[in-house]
Structure formats: structure tokens, C-alpha cells
């Protein structure tokens, strides 16, 4: 079959920022660069990170630095990160800031002129450059700007559906249908980069938008690249929970950052309780006394509500079993006692116009109903920290694709960071090795054919089952059972359901045309929602402790033999339904000088 077809030096599956980043990087060293996304540029997932990027700029607190930034990042990790891709990211993410402030990005000053800097979760100082609550919108208006006039070839609404060899087996490029047409198309590369973002549309209550199906997380693994810490999966703390058309769309921690606090259905602001047990809230007459001995004992650390994201969440988890939950089964997040109508209007725009319009919730006056959603995956593609190349020949990876950087727990603001820093090391990554020369010649079109055979099977299908049951089924079977809080009864039960999902998968059928047909976009998504799903319910069984974005209920504790090793999957077969072996990966060995840093007192 004959096929439209693209050749490319550098081909970057993604638009979001790490992809835009590295398209910059690529394009300034003079290679040719598509970048493909299966929705529309400037409507990549990151637009949703709102509360800012973390880079030690020492612009509010002048004592901040690289290395405090570093332990942070490693201790919010529970140490399961790679530390050398840690370490990279603080020193190099306030230079990437600075950067994107020269090509247009229009941050929130202080008063003297400088960047402005906010609080966030689980970080020493304030630290996250920010623009309002509309931080990673800035970020792609920049980036998108700057590919754009740099004379970059992009191809929207083209779903790639497996990445292709060449028959020594390095990556030789892609094969894509268009939404538009259902017509097939292949890309030739020489260097592929993944930047395809996360993996949440596989849980019933997420803040991914639809493209989060981890396309790139399955690709990767059916190419031979090697996924680890699958199972520490991010339910950030808050999430709208009402009404249900919108449950699960983020509510920035800029609003916990700018001085809201969490309370209960008593009113009580609980956080105080899942402090060490030096404190209890109710040995605090009033809200006020409570504030201030926190603040005289513990060396002017944030409030309670900027703990660690996993924190956050298992506390509000506990209140809303306990019930103490609010109607809608959340919890309250209130900003509207602690700040001025003007000030919240003015720091969080977005987040006033959202629950505005969606809730008919004026935040200036009453508090707003949360919980937690699935928001990140800190597990994917094992790459090198340096050139972010994975195992496979001429194959990189950037952003929550990948696994390493932010351990078991990812820090609010490391995100957006994460993104600019290895999206550039990506980009200059495959510019190295496309200019070394040993790179694939020629696509193996029998990789391509059966990768065309599959798309089409559900069309042929005589009877068959309609792929949105079978997608609501597997987001609620993932929510009910490897969600926040897991068991070794539950995660069994969800590796049965999952063979029973795979069995399901070889029996869709799909009615209609090619163009335009959702149900036939689901069906081919459907294979890496199913990839995604058991490597992060392996892992979750096989990780016998609780860490970070982990929690074991039968195993509360964090065990210290867990923390010398990732659990890596790798597949054999290169198909969605061959084996997947998991096998532990030891983790990189920290110098003297770094692991110093990691002993020091807060």
C-alpha cells in the first residue's frame, strides 16, 4: 500500500512544551523538524499547569539556590528520582526562565522589577516565576510563537499510532493516520523525540484533557525502551468535585500558595492534624492561635496546606473517610477568608472565572469544593539524563513522558521546568546524534503494515463491543482499585480485570467512516490506555511499601530497601498484547558532595 510520507532529520511526537522546546533546539542547529500533536498546537496539556515553573532565582528569597532547590526536589522524591536529572533541572532551570522571558513571556514582577516568585508545596522558599494562574499558557504562547516564526513544519490532528525501525532495529520514523480524513501517513527520521505528556484519561476522575490516553509511554515500551516507577502515580489535592461535568479540572495550588487553607465539613482547618505529632489543631483555641504556633515552631516553614502534593491528598482522603467530607464528597478550599475580593481577582483570574462559570461559585465570598484527581504520572520512559536518549537507538523523550526526574512525588512547579530544561536536553540530545551519523536509512514497511492492519481490524469486525464501554469500564475498575490509597486484594483483582480488558480489546467493532469518527480515534487509544494501566498495576503490586505517589494500605511504612532500585517494564514482541517482564533497575549512585546536601537540615 502506498502511503502519504514525510523525511525529517528530527520528527518530535507532541506540542506541548517539552516538544516545543525542543523543536527550538533542534530547528536553531540548522536540522529539519516536524512536530506532530493529535490535537491542535497551543492546546497541549500544559496549558493546564497554572500556578507557575520552579527556578531557584533567589528573587524573593535571596538565600535560595540550586542546591536547595536539589534536596527539595529529591527529599519531595522520596529520594526514587535520578538524582543527576534532578541536579541538571536545578542548576539549569533559572537560565531556561530567563530565557523564555527574552523571547516574550510576560512574567508577574516585584517591586523592584524583578521576576516574581510564589509559594508552592514541598518548596523551602518561594520559588515558582509565574504569570497569575495562567502560567502554562504563557508558556506555550511563547514557545508556540517561537517555532512558528523559526519556519517549523507542524502536523495537527495526526494520531501516531507506533513508532517504526529501521532492520537493524534504531528508530526510523512513525506511522500516523489523520483525524481529518482517517488517511494513513508515515514520517522517516532520523532522531524521534516523545513529548506525548501523561497518561490520565485512564482513571475515572483525572484533570488530563482527552489526549492524555499515554501514546508515547506504550510506544516507547513496544519499541524496547524501558518504562519505570509506573505505580507512583500524582492525585494532586485539588481537583473541582462539583458539578460532575467538571469534576476533576485542576484547581491551581497557587490559591493554597496565595494563602488558602483547607477545612473540613466542620469547619476545621484539618491540615494541622497530619502535621508530626508535636501538634495537634485542637490544642489551638482559634484558627489565629493555631497559625501562629506553627509559624513560632517550626522556623517559618509554609502552612501546613503546601505539604507535598501526596500528602495533601492522603489527608484529604482520611477526612473524607472519616466523614468529615463536604457534600459532593471532597473537602473546602477558602481563600475568601484570608484575602481581599481584589487580591483573588487579581493573583487567580482564572480560577475566579472558572468556578464562576462552571460552579456559580463567587470564590471572593465562599469557599470552593475539592479532592483529589489524577493529575501526573511520575513514571516513563527511562532516558539518560544528559542527551535524554532512551535505550532504543534515535529515540529521546521529554517531560512527564519520562521517568526520573521528580522520584516517587513531584513537587508542584517542577513541572513546567522539567519541561524547558529536557526539552532542550532532548533536542540537543538527537541534534548529537543525528550529526554522528550512525542513524537508520530506510523505514521496515512490514513494522508499518501491521501497524496499519491493527488501526483497521475494529471496521472489519462483524460484532464486537462499542470501545467507549469498554473505556469506562477500565477508568472505573482503575479508580476503584489503583487509585490513591492500593491493596494487594484490590491491585489483584485489577490485574485479573486487565487480562479480561485485553481480551475485550480484540473484540471492538467500530461503525461509520474513517473521518472524523471518535470511536474509531478511542479504539486505536485504547491499546496504550491498557500498556499504561498494567505497568502501573505491576509495579503497584510488586512495590510492597507506601512512597510518594505510592500508597500501600497494607503496607503503610517506607521500607529502605525500596529506595536503591526503580521497577522497570519492558515488553517483548513489540505489540500491545505481548509479554510485559518487570525486573528492578538500580538507581544511579549519588556523589559525596550531593548526598551532603541531602543530610542537611531543613
Given at each position: 500500500?502506498?502511503?502519504?510520507?514525510h523525511?525529517?532529520d528530527?520528527?518530535?511526537?507532541g506540542a506541548?512544551?517539552?516538544g516545543?522546546r525542543?523543536?527550538?533546539?533542534?530547528?536553531q542547529?540548522?536540522?529539519?523538524?516536524?512536530?506532530i500533536?493529535k490535537?491542535?498546537?497551543?492546546?497541549?496539556?500544559?496549558?493546564?499547569a497554572?500556578g507557575?515553573?520552579?527556578?531557584?532565582m533567589g528573587n524573593?528569597?535571596?538565600?535560595d539556590?540550586?542546591k536547595v532547590?536539589f534536596?527539595?526536589?529529591?527529599?519531595g522524591g522520596?529520594?526514587l528520582?535520578?538524582?543527576?536529572?534532578?541536579?541538571?533541572?536545578?542548576k539549569?532551570?533559572?537560565q531556561?526562565v530567563?530565557?523564555l522571558?527574552q523571547?516574550g513571556a510576560?512574567?508577574?514582577?516585584?517591586?523592584?522589577?524583578?521576576?516574581?516568585?510564589?509559594?508552592?508545596?514541598?518548596?523551602?522558599?518561594a520559588?515558582?516565576?509565574?504569570?497569575g494562574d495562567?502560567?502554562?499558557l504563557?508558556?506555550?504562547r511563547t514557545l508556540?510563537q517561537?517555532v512558528v516564526?523559526?519556519g517549523?513544519d507542524?502536523?495537527?490532528e495526526?494520531k501516531v499510532?507506533?513508532?517504526?525501525?529501521?532492520?537493524?532495529?534504531?528508530i526510523?520514523?512513525c506511522?500516523?493516520y489523520?483525524?481529518?480524513?482517517?488517511?494513513?501517513?508515515?514520517?522517516?527520521?532520523?532522531?524521534?523525540?516523545?513529548?506525548?505528556?501523561?497518561?490520565?484519561k485512564?482513571w475515572?476522575?483525572?484533570?488530563?484533557?482527552w489526549?492524555?490516553?499515554g501514546?508515547?509511554?506504550?510506544?516507547?515500551l513496544?519499541?524496547?525502551?524501558k518504562?519505570?516507577?509506573?505505580?507512583?502515580?500524582?492525585?494532586h489535592?485539588?481537583g473541582?468535585v462539583?458539578?460532575?461535568?467538571?469534576?476533576g479540572?485542576?484547581v491551581?495550588e497557587g490559591v493554597?500558595?496565595d494563602?488558602?487553607?483547607?477545612?473540613?465539613s466542620?469547619?476545621?482547618?484539618?491540615m494541622?492534624?497530619?502535621?508530626a505529632?508535636?501538634?495537634?489543631?485542637?490544642?489551638a483555641?482559634t484558627?489565629e492561635?493555631?497559625?501562629?504556633?506553627?509559624?513560632?515552631h517550626?522556623?517559618?516553614?509554609?502552612p501546613?496546606e503546601?505539604?507535598?502534593?501526596?500528602?495533601?491528598?492522603r489527608?484529604?482522603?482520611?477526612?473524607v473517610?472519616?466523614?468529615r467530607?463536604?457534600?459532593h464528597?471532597g473537602v473546602?478550599?477558602?481563600?475568601a477568608?484570608?484575602?481581599?475580593?481584589?487580591?483573588?481577582?487579581?493573583?487567580l483570574?482564572?480560577?475566579y472565572?472558572q468556578?464562576?462559570e462552571?460552579a456559580?461559585?463567587?470564590i471572593?465570598k465562599?469557599?470552593m469544593e475539592?479532592g483529589?484527581?489524577?493529575?501526573y504520572?511520575?513514571?516513563g520512559v527511562q532516558?539518560?539524563?544528559?542527551s535524554?536518549e532512551t535505550?532504543v537507538?534515535g529515540?529521546?523523550?521529554?517531560?512527564?513522558v519520562?521517568g526520573g526526574m521528580?522520584?516517587?512525588?513531584?513537587?508542584?512547579g517542577?513541572?513546567l521546568?522539567d519541561?524547558?530544561?529536557f526539552?532542550?536536553r532532548?533536542?540537543?540530545?538527537?541534534?548529537?546524534?543525528?550529526q554522528a551519523?550512525?542513524?537508520a536509512?530506510?523505514m521496515n514497511?512490514?513494522?508499518?503494515e501491521a501497524?496499519?492492519?491493527?488501526a483497521?481490524?475494529?471496521?472489519?469486525?462483524e460484532?464486537g463491543?462499542?470501545?467507549y464501554?469498554?473505556?469506562?469500564?477500565?477508568q472505573e475498575?482503575m479508580?476503584a482499585?489503583?487509585?490513591?490509597?492500593?491493596t494487594?486484594?484490590?491491585l489483584l483483582e485489577?490485574?485479573?480485570?486487565?487480562d479480561?480488558f485485553?481480551?475485550r480489546?480484540k473484540?471492538?467493532?467500530?461503525?461509520?467512516?474513517?473521518a472524523?469518527?471518535?470511536?474509531?480515534?478511542?479504539a486505536?487509544?485504547?491499546?496504550a490506555?491498557?500498556?499504561?494501566c498494567?505497568?502501573v498495576t505491576?509495579?503497584a503490586t510488586?512495590r510492597?511499601?507506601s512512597?510518594g505517589?505510592h500508597?500501600r494500605?497494607?503496607?503503610?511504612?517506607?521500607d529502605?530497601?525500596?529506595?536503591?532500585f526503580?521497577?522497570a517494564?519492558?515488553?517483548?514482541?513489540?505489540?500491545?498484547d505481548?509479554?510485559?517482564?518487570?525486573?528492578?533497575s538500580p538507581?544511579?549512585?549519588i556523589?559525596?558532595e550531593?548526598?551532603?546536601?541531602?543530610e542537611e537540615?531543613h
Amino acid at each position: 500500500m502506498t502511503y502519504e510520507h514525510h523525511e525529517y532529520d528530527v520528527v518530535i511526537i507532541g506540542a506541548g512544551g517539552a516538544g516545543l522546546r525542543a523543536a527550538v533546539e533542534a530547528k536553531q542547529q540548522g536540522l529539519s523538524v516536524a512536530l506532530i500533536t493529535k490535537s491542535l498546537l497551543g492546546k497541549a496539556h500544559t496549558v493546564m499547569a497554572e500556578g507557575g515553573m520552579a527556578a531557584a532565582m533567589g528573587n524573593v528569597y535571596p538565600e535560595d539556590n540550586w542546591k536547595v532547590h536539589f534536596r527539595d526536589t529529591m527529599r519531595g522524591g522520596k529520594y526514587l528520582n535520578n538524582y543527576r536529572m534532578a541536579e541538571l533541572h536545578a542548576k539549569e532551570a533559572p537560565q531556561r526562565v530567563l530565557e523564555l522571558e527574552q523571547w516574550g513571556a510576560l512574567f508577574d514582577r516585584t517591586k523592584d522589577g524583578k521576576i516574581q516568585q510564589r509559594d508552592f508545596g514541598g518548596h523551602r522558599y518561594a520559588r515558582l516565576a509565574h504569570v497569575g494562574d495562567r502560567t502554562g499558557l504563557e508558556l506555550i504562547r511563547t514557545l508556540q510563537q517561537k517555532v512558528v516564526s523559526m519556519g517549523t513544519d507542524v502536523f495537527m490532528e495526526c494520531k501516531v499510532l507506533k513508532l517504526v525501525h529501521d532492520l537493524e532495529g534504531r528508530i526510523a520514523g512513525c506511522v500516523a493516520y489523520w483525524r481529518a480524513t482517517g488517511e494513513f501517513v508515515t514520517f522517516s527520521a532520523k532522531a524521534v523525540i516523545l513529548a506525548t505528556g501523561g497518561s490520565g484519561k485512564s482513571w475515572k476522575f483525572t484533570s488530563n484533557s482527552w489526549e492524555g490516553t499515554g501514546d508515547g509511554h506504550a510506544m516507547a515500551l513496544w519499541a524496547g525502551a524501558k518504562l519505570i516507577d509506573m505505580e507512583c502515580i500524582q492525585f494532586h489535592p485539588t481537583g473541582m468535585v462539583w458539578p460532575l461535568s467538571v469534576r476533576g479540572l485542576l484547581v491551581t495550588e497557587g490559591v493554597r500558595g496565595d494563602g488558602g487553607v483547607l477545612r473540613n465539613s466542620e469547619g476545621k482547618r484539618f491540615m494541622f492534624n497530619y502535621v508530626a505529632d508535636m501538634f495537634r489543631a485542637e490544642t489551638a483555641e482559634t484558627e489565629e492561635e493555631a497559625d501562629k504556633w506553627y509559624d513560632d515552631h517550626t522556623a517559618g516553614r509554609r502552612p501546613p496546606e503546601l505539604l507535598p502534593r501526596d500528602e495533601v491528598a492522603r489527608a484529604i482522603n482520611a477526612e473524607v473517610k472519616a466523614g468529615r467530607g463536604s457534600p459532593h464528597g471532597g473537602v473546602y478550599l477558602d481563600i475568601a477568608s484570608r484575602r481581599s475580593p481584589e487580591f483573588i481577582r487579581r493573583r487567580l483570574p482564572s480560577m475566579y472565572h472558572q468556578f464562576m462559570e462552571l460552579a456559580g461559585v463567587d470564590i471572593t465570598k465562599e469557599p470552593m469544593e475539592i479532592g483529589p484527581t489524577n493529575h501526573y504520572i511520575m513514571g516513563g520512559v527511562q532516558v539518560d539524563a544528559e542527551s535524554a536518549e532512551t535505550a532504543v537507538p534515535g529515540l529521546f523523550a521529554a517531560g512527564e513522558v519520562t521517568g526520573g526526574m521528580h522520584g516517587a512525588n513531584r513537587l508542584g512547579g517542577n513541572s513546567l521546568s522539567d519541561l524547558i530544561v529536557f526539552g532542550r536536553r532532548a533536542g540537543l540530545g538527537a541534534v548529537a546524534y543525528v550529526q554522528a551519523g550512525a542513524v537508520a536509512r530506510e523505514m521496515n514497511m512490514a513494522e508499518v503494515e501491521a501497524a496499519v492492519a491493527e488501526a483497521l481490524a475494529p471496521f472489519d469486525a462483524e460484532e464486537g463491543e462499542n470501545p467507549y464501554d469498554i473505556q469506562r469500564d477500565l477508568q472505573e475498575m482503575m479508580q476503584a482499585n489503583v487509585g490513591i490509597i492500593r491493596t494487594e486484594s484490590e491491585l489483584l483483582e485489577a490485574a485479573a480485570a486487565l487480562d479480561a480488558f485485553s481480551d475485550r480489546l480484540k473484540k471492538i467493532k467500530v461503525k461509520g467512516g474513517r473521518a472524523y469518527n471518535p470511536g474509531w480515534n478511542l479504539a486505536t487509544d485504547l491499546p496504550a490506555m491498557l500498556a499504561v494501566c498494567q505497568c502501573v498495576t505491576r509495579g503497584a503490586t510488586l512495590r510492597q511499601e507506601s512512597r510518594g505517589g505510592h500508597t500501600r494500605e497494607d503496607y503503610p511504612n517506607a521500607d529502605p530497601t525500596f529506595a536503591t532500585f526503580n521497577l522497570a517494564h519492558r515488553s517483548d514482541g513489540g505489540n500491545w498484547d505481548s509479554p510485559i517482564f518487570t525486573e528492578r533497575s538500580p538507581l544511579l549512585p549519588i556523589p559525596a558532595e550531593l548526598k551532603a546536601l541531602l543530610e542537611e537540615a531543613h
